[in-house]
């Protein structure tokens, strides 16, 4: 936030207002601008979906796609389909939360409703688009670098077509399919390959992949050199989520499960005109249909998505395989294909736009109100006197300065308060010298807890392989602990403890001592930074003062006693001697 009293909210001119509001508002604007900046992307993709519509009402009876309408079975199956959709989008909202989850904390409606954004803006614009508001809503919506939320998003596609060719793949075995299918697939993966490995590359190695934009670019300007930079760095903590193996395989396990969900939706549209409903055929329109529509084309995908769900629906039934549903052999006619790939393409249209609207309503009205609320905000008056940051502001204003505060408390994420445990507070309670542990038992258990906390927050930022060693040596301490004493290290007494952690912090073994140093360092670093254990410190060094300055008074009174005694035999001395003198 920012202080300054003498400031004032600056109201926009009319001319200000002018230059800011498009030159054509609403939707023509927007596709003016769209033709503008990438005009031969949309005609390349207008050319594409009028190309497979022309394919696609080839051969076509109309008569018989309305007989097959009519004739229909609706009940239950397309309100079952309609609501496994709906599913299917919250399993992509979960699964965006996770991609996202170490940089900003979304819950998973918010997650659900950015993806919808996206589909539906796909289901206006041409070539896919659509993308590039997603990310664009998720930096809204979270606060991270719109190439961030784009490497996310290329990340979820990326997801998406390792999986839909690994269950074709795996559904082929089970339907045979024809070879035009396979060869598709074979190129899908070779695509799917090459971007793989790449990010494996910057996810295993992120120090290196800066070093060699940096190196690449170092001929080129300081402007150029810094984006390149900033660019891969951003790219780096997009892929940042599959450094942890635990949320690597959470990330993939959900997108399995989006996949499979969509292809229970796509089989239970087949009994609708009457066709055996089987999960595997499904499954193999499914992914076929989605890898085709991958090329950029026509808004909502419309002839594309039409004619490969079409052509791979007749070509799947028309073979028999080995699971329920998929047995017998069907010729399905060109009309009731054609019709199933309308409604399969409608609920996916509908159910998208319909959510995708209302989420961009609801995001319009809460920015609108973050706009009044801002606008009608009033600076600070006055700190309370016991606020610490009273203090700073009365620094700043007399300097003429604005306060500016600018604070950050990421959320704790359920791993790390499950990790933070009897174990760690044990551990971290070792590092601890004796005489700097707070009297008060409880005050003292919860500065172990924070420091717990602090010591595995910072170790989960250790690059992969650093923390796949790390996980191997701390599995080795517990083992060990548990092997030799019987217990576990958080129910040893605190003084056999210690022995054991000193054993291994400074013992002979060098690979003991390296796996112990980061935990050492960190679990003392917090600990002397709680205000506490600094009062305590405080309080220690004010003692150890004020016994010095009575030491120092209690020497000096000494050596002036002592100085009056030599004194005093001095002069009996003299004494003696004048006295001996006298009667000599």
């Known amino acids: 936030m920012q202080s300054n009293q003498n400031s004032k909210p600056e109201q926009p001119s009319d001319s200000q207002e002018k230059r800011q509001s498009p ?63 709906i599913l299917g989008m919250l399993l992509r909202g979960y699964r965006l939360k996770l991609l996202v989850e170490g940089e900003a904390a979304i819950s998973v409606a918010t997650a659900s409703n950015i993806v919808a954004v996206g589909q539906a803006t796909n289901n206006i614009l041409p070539a896919r688009l ?162 085709g529509i991958l090329i950029p084309s026509t808004p909502g995908h419309v002839g594309p998505y039409h004619f490969i769900c079409k052509e791979t629906l007749i070509s799947v039934c028309s073979v028999s395989g080995m699971t329920p549903g998929t047995m017998d052999a069907i010729q399905v006619d060109p009309s009731i294909a054609f019709s199933y790939a309308v409604v399969v393409h409608l609920i996916f249209y509908a159910t998208t736009s319909i959510w995708g609207l209302l989420a961009l309503a609801k995001y ?20 309370p006197d016991s606020h610490p940051l009273s203090q700073a502001a009365s620094l700043d204003s007399a300097q003429g300065e604005p306060l500016s505060i600018i604070t950050s408390y990421p959320e704790l994420s359920s791993k790390v308060v499950e990790s933070v445990n009897k174990f760690w507070s044990g551990l971290c309670e070792c590092f601890i010298p004796e005489e700097h542990r707070l009297k008060n038992a409880d005050e ?23 923390r796949f060693l790390f996980e191997i040596a701390l599995f080795g301490f517990k083992a060990s602990v548990l092997l030799c004493s019987g217990r ?29 140093k980061p935990i050492r360092s960190l679990a003392l670093f917090a600990y002397y930074e709680s205000p506490a254990v600094q009062a305590l410190l405080d309080e220690q060094t004010a003692g150890i003062i004020a016994c010095d300055a009575i030491n120092t008074v209690k020497l000096d009174k000494a050596d002036a006693a002592e100085n009056r005694a030599v004194d005093a035999v001095d002069g009996l001395s003299e004494n003696l001697q004048l006295s001996e003198v006298d009667q000599t």
């Open 130 to 291: 659509g993308e590039f508001a997603r990310a664009a809503m998720l930096a809204e919506r979270t606060g991270l670098p719109y190439i961030l939320s784009l490497t996310v998003t290329f990340l979820e596609r990326l997801l998406d077509g390792l999986v839909i060719l690994f269950l074709f793949v795996v559904s082929s075995f089970m339907v045979p399919v024809d070879s035009q299918m396979r060869y598709g697939a074979c190129l899908a993966a070779i695509a799917f390959l090459v971007a793989m490995l790449s990010v494996a590359f910057i996810t295993l190695t992120p120090q290196t992949s800066i070093a060699i934009a940096s190196n690449l670019t170092s001929g080129l300007s300081r402007k150029w050199h810094s984006k390149a930079v900033g660019l891969i760095t951003q790219v780096n903590r997009g892929f940042g989520c599959l450094r942890d193996a635990k949320n690597a395989l959470l990330i993939l396990s959900s997108s399995f499960l989006v996949w499979l969900v969509e292809g229970a939706f796509f089989m239970l549209v087949m009994p609708c005109f009457a066709l055996p409903p089987g999960f595997i055929r499904g499954v193999i329109t499914m992914s076929v249909t989605n890898l």
């Open 364 to 383: 319009s009205l809460e920015l609108g109100e973050t706009a009044a609320l801002a606008w009608e905000a009033r600076p600070i008056r006055r700190l």
């Open 444 to 466: 003292f258990q919860h500065v172990l807890h924070e420091v717990g906390i602090f010591t595995v927050t910072e170790l989960e930022r250790l690059p992969l392989r650093l």
């Open 23 to 85: 030159s054509a508002p609403g939707i023509m604007g927007a596709w003016r601008h769209i033709f503008k900046s990438r005009g031969a992307i949309v005609v390349l993709g207008f050319s594409i979906g009028a190309l497979f519509l022309f394919l696609t009402m080839q051969k076509i009876q109309w008569a018989e796609v309305a007989k097959a309408f009519e004739t229909g079975k609706w009940l239950p199956w397309l309100p079952l389909a309609i609501a496994v959709y």
């Open 488 to 516: 576990f290290l958080c129910h040893i007494p605190i003084h056999e403890r210690r022995g054991i952690v000193q054993a291994w912090a400074f013992g002979g073994f060098a690979l003991s001592r390296k796996f112990m």
